[in-house]
């Protein structure tokens, strides 16, 4: 007797003693018949022969296609939310520098084809920055606060404190706060295309103004502005209040990669340099060539004879070509 009369035999045997069997159509192979997984609660999970059209509960594993893992890897993962440790922390607005502007105006400019005046101003930074590490021999306090200021008007301070601010924000181990401390007559902002509102005597005079109020951000990596604010009547005693003496302390010890400078008005015209050189580390004397009187220079220099480091720099000389000669206009 083959096996299928064995098999046939043995259904008449259980269908004589009453066992009920499943109609040969709907009669399903062992692989068919596969219990379900249970889930954690216990209730019957569906199979893979379901038909659920609900994403959130089908539990099937399909193969992605090409495109679908094209997208998948062009998707980062979600980056965990920063934790916000200060929900009230202030943060400084963000300006943009008219650079096509400073160009034209005779202002350095990150990126620009190596020219003579990024190499002068390499020149002129290198003995302040050695005096802010302490390499030079002279180790002035507060060496990282540096006032640039000139006898009269006219010589050239605002564009030197400019592209001075410039030519140590291209340095790799410093950031640069450019003050516009000219509160009578400041222009610095202006030259590069900023205008702004409030600044330093808004922050001398009004108690609830904070720094990250006032700071300006710029497009240009490591540099910020702290415009000159809001005209007062008062601004030379604002100057040398105890509030400007602590934001200079504070200015001079919060970063100490940063290296401030300060576009100061004349030291002959006003008093308002002459009670700023008193709280700086350094002083930059810009002297027009072939201009200002001798006898204006030699009384600049005697206005801060008693401070312990000043620099001269000679702007604007026509020197011939191929000479070292500092100056914009150098040819």
Request: aromatic residues 2%; without cysteine; hydrophobic residues 40%.
């Given at each position: 007797m083959n096996t299928i009369e064995q ?104 990126g620009q084809p190596r020219s003579q ?215």
């Open positions: 098999a046939a035999k043995r259904l008449e045997q259980l269908r004589r003693a009453g066992v009920p069997l499943l109609q040969e159509e709907t009669a399903a192979t062992p692989s068919d018949i596969a219990p379900a997984p249970a889930t954690e609660d216990g209730s019957a999970r569906a199979s893979a022969t379901d038909t659920d059209t609900d994403t959130d509960t089908d539990t099937r594993h399909t193969t992605p296609t090409p495109s679908a893992l094209a997208n998948q890897a062009a998707t980062p993962p979600a980056a965990p939310a920063p934790e916000n440790t200060n929900p009230g922390e202030r943060r400084s607005r963000e300006v943009t520098l008219d650079l096509l502007r400073m160009q034209r105006a005779g202002l350095l400019v990150p005046l990024e190499e002068e101003f390499r020149i002129i930074k290198r003995p302040l920055l050695e005096n802010v590490r302490h390499e030079g021999p002279m180790r002035p306090n507060r060496a990282n606060l540096i006032m640039v200021t000139s006898a009269v008007a006219g010589e050239g301070k605002t564009q030197t404190s400019l592209n001075l601010a410039i030519s140590i924000a291209m340095e790799l181990d410093h950031t640069v706060l450019l003050v516009e401390a000219d509160v009578l007559r400041p222009s610095a902002l202006a030259r590069v295309g900023v205008q702004a509102s409030h600044g330093l005597l808004d922050l001398l005079e009004t108690p609830q103004t904070q720094l990250p109020d006032v700071l300006l951000r710029t497009n240009i990596p490591k540099l910020t502005l702290l415009p000159a604010g809001t005209a007062s009547s008062r601004s030379t005693e604002l100057l040398a209040s105890d509030a400007m003496d602590h934001l200079l302390s504070e200015l001079a010890s919060k970063y100490p990669d940063r290296i401030i400078i300060f576009d100061t008005p004349p030291l002959l015209s006003t008093t308002e340099s002459r009670v700023l050189a008193s709280h700086m580390g350094q002083v930059v004397l810009v002297t027009e060539a072939n201009n200002t009187p001798v006898s204006l220079v030699k009384q600049a220099y005697a206005t801060v004879e008693n401070h312990p480091v000043v620099l001269g720099l000679l702007n604007k000389y026509r020197g011939p070509k191929g000479s070292t000669a500092y100056g914009y206009y150098a040819p």
